[in-house]
């Protein structure tokens, strides 16, 4: 972890920008969908969503909640735009005043510390849309210049030079292949796909390829594809961002560009498959990118993908893991994409491994909070947030703690080290390989009191 | 026109009332409306999907299993307000419609309504006496839950606004000032053969006896009601109760985008 942290701009405070000393502009109202207006009325303020908010759970503040949040925004619009805005006739006879910078402000810090996680959604009575709506309103508040908080405006910053969160040079992107293989950890390196023109393009996001703690999600993908056979590649060095963490800041212009340029790059690869281990590399590439142009390829997660493989028989599981471990659903694969049963059944499959599920699994699966910029902008709010999923994975009685994303995967080792749980953290490709009797090196996932 | 049972005829004032609350209501509809409209993104990424829509409407609309899921509890109190609110809201609409536009000597108007030959109506009266009571019971058995959840038990997970507490004090009000007009109309003699039907009207008209009110002051607090009801339709769009109608919207848009 100490690596992750020189990576990872981590900031303590977290303060909205401070633009205006004036009245702040007006939210482009324009930039939502009127079902997204509509939204704002729906909510019946059952407060169902507080119950299950992993921010307001840490800080019970009422603007942190969904319900909160829709309120008070759904007032600043009203002010701004309603027929009963201030400055108008009807505004003037109900007493309404103009939205202050320190109203906007405190909305937008309020509005940052949110993990993204999509629980609001699941539990909503009212199937309030709120993640793309939080995004909108991320982007708005962007446009008026409030937003992001200042500790995540680095993240946003070296993505668009970088093409990566982290600040790490391009050039180094594709470096974990090389020193796997001169571990020999891998037989060979992937192909450049640019070269040998394979079918399957294995994507390997930003946070596998630089941060040395979870590079083994790209070993042990990279070692699994090989001993099936997979003709596939990878970008190296050409491979961008996915832009994440643009569309989720409301950096939606540089969202747009990147996602442009990724689109094309891949519509001209001529691939039938994009393969990804990170959930939420998977999630905007499957369910964000074709909001902006068409895909003339099928997105997979590594986990669907390697059961496709089982499926061909391509892959056999020929050792016994002896473990017991507990799965946690990553939100960017099980609530935004759907993927709940696939990893079960992988995980079904690996002989001798006994899975115990959390008491909150699948649709309710607790929040890391490493999503959405809130460990940028809040990182001790994070910490206790990944703290409570770690108490949730001990109660189990599991050693191993599995799950099927790197972010996750950095997430939850916060709360293991902070707690110095004695549970280890392991991406669910480790357990393939160890299943398929390839050599595994996860010092990085051991748990805490391991190290 | 003739009058129907609850003695009520429809007067110059209470038109203008009717008049009133409809434009405030409308004024409403479009200051929200006008609002959802100044967004242009596109609302829907994906062709609506029917049977979606309709399986959502039918069982998260009406039934309300998406609530029943997360309480037994919170799921009788919507369900009793709502179905209890539709009722008596059709019970009206129907009654307001039927003695403006049916004629009195049709066979619909004798089974249901009173007119002035038949004060008690014929036994379809009968029905629409239980109709409202049932409703009626329902509605004050959701309301009497809200309440306690909210003002007595007060569970953290409810933020109390001014406009939760005018918006159950309306219904509240309404359904209470309803049993009311009832109690007092069926203390009156000439309805003795036919009050079991009002089961609870029945039983508050005796109670009214013993403490010595009569049907004399019922035109009083039929007006009372009335005005109160007008009051809570205009101000529905401008209350929490304008999720009846947003709330089912974005349930089925949500359907229809994620089949």
């Given amino acids: ?451 | 026109m003739y009058d129907n049972y609850l003695y009520f005829p429809a007067t110059a004032a209470l038109y203008t009332l009717s008049v009133v609350t409809v434009l405030v209501l409308l004024a409403g509809v479009i200051a929200s409306t006008t609002l959802w409209m100044k967004g242009k993104a596109p609302s829907l990424h994906h062709p609506l999907n029917a049977p979606a829509i309709i399986k959502a409407f039918v069982l998260e609309c009406l039934l309300q299993v998406q609530i029943l899921r997360i309480s037994v509890v919170r799921w009788l109190m919507h369900f009793c307000i709502f179905i209890g609110f539709l009722g008596l809201f059709a019970q009206t609409a129907l009654m307001a419609f039927m003695s403006h536009f049916v004629p009195p000597d049709t066979f619909i108007a004798k089974t249901f309504f009173v007119s002035p030959e038949s004060r008690l109506g014929g036994a379809g009266a009968r029905v629409l006496d239980m109709w409202g009571d049932v409703f009626g019971l329902l509605l004050l058995i959701g309301l009497a839950i809200a309440i306690i959840r909210r003002y007595v038990l007060r569970l953290p997970q409810l933020e109390t606004l001014l406009k939760d507490t005018l918006s159950l004090t309306f219904l509240t009000v309404i359904a209470l000032t309803g049993f009311l007009c009832e109690g007092l109309r069926l203390t009156d003699p000439a309805y003795a053969d036919v009050a079991r039907y009002s089961f609870v009207g029945n039983l508050l008209a005796a109670l009214l006896k013993n403490i010595g009110w009569s049907a004399a002051s019922y035109q009083a607090w039929v007006w009372t009601h009335a005005v109160i009801s007008l009051a809570f339709c205009a101000y529905i769009p401008f209350s929490k109760a304008w999720h009846i109608f947003v709330s089912p919207l974005e349930i089925v848009l949500d359907a229809s985008e994620r089949a």
């Fill in chain 1, 1 to 451: 972890m100490e690596q992750e942290e020189k990576q990872t701009p981590q900031e303590t405070s977290a303060s909205a920008s401070e633009p205006h000393d004036t009245a702040p502009a007006h939210i482009p109202i324009e930039k939502f969908s009127a079902r997204q207006l509509l939204e704002l009325d729906a909510c019946t303020r059952c407060g169902e969503c507080a119950n299950w908010c992993p921010a307001y759970d840490q800080d019970s503040r009422e603007p942190l909640t969904p319900r909160g949040r829709a309120r008070l925004f759904k007032d600043i619009l009203s002010r701004q735009h309603g027929v009963f805005r201030a400055g108008s006739l009807l505004g003037k006879l109900l007493g309404k005043k103009p939205v202050s910078p320190d109203e906007m402000r405190a909305f937008a810090k309020d509005l940052y510390a949110c993990s993204t996680c999509m629980q609001c959604h699941y539990v909503c009575p009212v199937r309030i849309d709120t993640v793309e709506l939080w995004e909108k309103i991320r982007e708005c508040i962007v446009d008026c210049g409030f937003g992001p908080l200042d500790s995540q405006k680095d993240l946003v910053l070296k993505t668009k030079n970088y093409d990566n969160p982290w600040g790490q040079p391009r050039s180094s992107r594709s470096r974990w292949t090389k020193v796997a293989k001169k571990k020999k950890r891998i037989t060979e390196e992937p192909k450049d796909i640019l070269k040998s023109k394979s079918p399957v393009l294995y994507f390997v996001g930003c946070t596998a390829s630089y941060d040395n703690n979870v590079e083994e999600v790209g070993i042990n993908t990279t070692n699994i594809f090989q001993a099936a056979g997979v003709d596939f590649g990878i970008l190296g060095v050409k491979e961008r961002c996915c832009g994440s963490v643009l569309l989720r800041m409301g950096d939606r212009p540089s969202f747009v560009s990147i996602c442009t340029q990724n689109i094309e790059q891949f519509n001209g690869l001529g691939i039938t498959t994009l393969v990804t281990s990170c959930a939420g590399c998977l999630k905007t590439i499957r369910e964000d990118y074709p909001k902006i142009g068409s895909l003339n390829f099928k997105v997979q997660h590594t986990i669907e993908f390697i059961l496709d493989l089982i499926k061909e028989g391509k892959l056999t599981f020929t050792r016994d893991v002896p473990l017991t471990v507990t799965y946690h659903d990553p939100c960017h694969l099980g609530r935004h994409a759907g993927v709940f049963d696939a990893p079960r059944r992988l995980l079904q499959m690996i002989p001798g491994l006994r899975i115990i599920e959390m008491e909150r699994n699948r649709e309710y699966s607790r929040c890391c909070g490493a999503g959405g910029g809130l460990k940028s902008g809040y990182p001790d709010m994070q910490n206790r947030i990944s703290q409570k999923r770690i108490d949730d994975a001990l109660a189990t009685g599991a050693s191993e703690l599995v799950s099927a994303c790197p972010f996750c995967y950095q997430g939850l080792q916060i709360g293991i080290q902070a707690k110095n749980a004695p549970i280890r953290m392991r991406d669910i490709t480790e357990l393939v390989c160890m299943a398929l009797g390839i050599e595994t090196g996860a010092a990085g996932g051991n748990a805490a009191g391991d190290e």
